[in-house]
T-cell receptor, first 110, second 111 residues
Framework: TQLLEQSPQFLSIQEGENLTVYCNSS?????LQWYRQEPGEGPVLLVT?????EVKKLKRLTFQFGDARKDSSLHITAAQPGDTGLYLC??????????FGDGTTLTVKP | KAGVTQTPRYLIKTRGQQVTLSCSPI?????VSWYQQTPGQGLQFLFE???????NKGNFPGRFSGRQFSNSRSEMNVSTLELGDSALYLC??????????FGSGTRLTVV
């Protein structure tokens, strides 16, 4: 059973555009992380959100954790080619396991 | 501070063989987790070790095993390799719940 659904699966946009990717679940998570992965490398942690309704900003990236701690979104403003990569969300359950979504592959064209 | 080191980076094995992958976590991190990543299945949790004890285990057959040493270094072993075991194997270390530092992975190809 896939606990985390990410959408869209693929996204191709022009440099300068804004975008939002989503991470949804029917399960409640104690915390949720977003990672970016480039080809041939491991995922790199971008942010951890813990509190329902929490919003965190990392330069042009804005992360939001849903009030019920079941979903999250990542918004990128004025995307750049360097933002290209696979964006993964991962949720931690109280049992101590992390579950990853299948990811959103983002391509930003110059 | 050195990151998570995985060796080897690339490996080609024949069906039926066994393989051992190694992971050195960030100094001070006692938790090491292993994941399998394939295009079709995404990141699948294999197991987590903490202070030399397996704390969690994913839904993989018994051919997949692991261990952790007293210095927190970890190894995973896959016996009787199958073509479907071809994947990127990622190791991640953590000092607390929530948020991993991943290594660059070992790309295993089974032929």
């Amino acid at each position: 059973t896939q606990l985390l659904e990410q959408s869209p699966q693929f996204l191709s946009i022009q440099e300068g555009e804004n975008l939002t990717v989503y991470c949804n679940s029917s399960s409640v998570f104690s915390s949720l992380q977003w990672y970016r992965q480039e080809p041939g490398e491991g995922p790199v942690l971008l942010v951890t959100v813990v509190t329902g309704g929490e919003v965190k900003k990392l330069k042009r990236l804005t992360f939001q954790f849903g009030d019920a701690r079941k979903d999250s979104s990542l918004h990128i403003t004025a995307a750049q080619p360097g933002d290209t990569g696979l964006y993964l969300c991962a949720g931690d359950t109280n049992a101590g396991k992390s579950t990853f979504g299948d990811g959103t592959t983002l391509t930003v064209k110059p | 501070k050195a990151g998570v080191t995985q060796t080897p980076r690339y490996l080609i094995k024949t069906r039926g063989q066994q393989v051992t992958l190694s992971c050195s976590p960030i100094s001070g991190h006692r938790s090491v987790s292993w994941y399998q990543q394939t295009p079709g299945q995404g990141l699948q949790f294999l197991f987590e070790y903490f202070s030399e004890t397996q704390r969690n285990k994913g839904n993989f057959p018994g051919r997949f095993s692991g261990r952790q040493f007293s210095n927190s270094r970890s190894e995973m072993n896959v016996s009787t390799l199958e073509l479907g075991d071809s994947a990127l194997y990622l190791c991640a270390s953590s000092s607390r719940r929530g948020g991993y530092t991943f290594g660059s992975g070992t790309r295993l190809t089974v032929v």
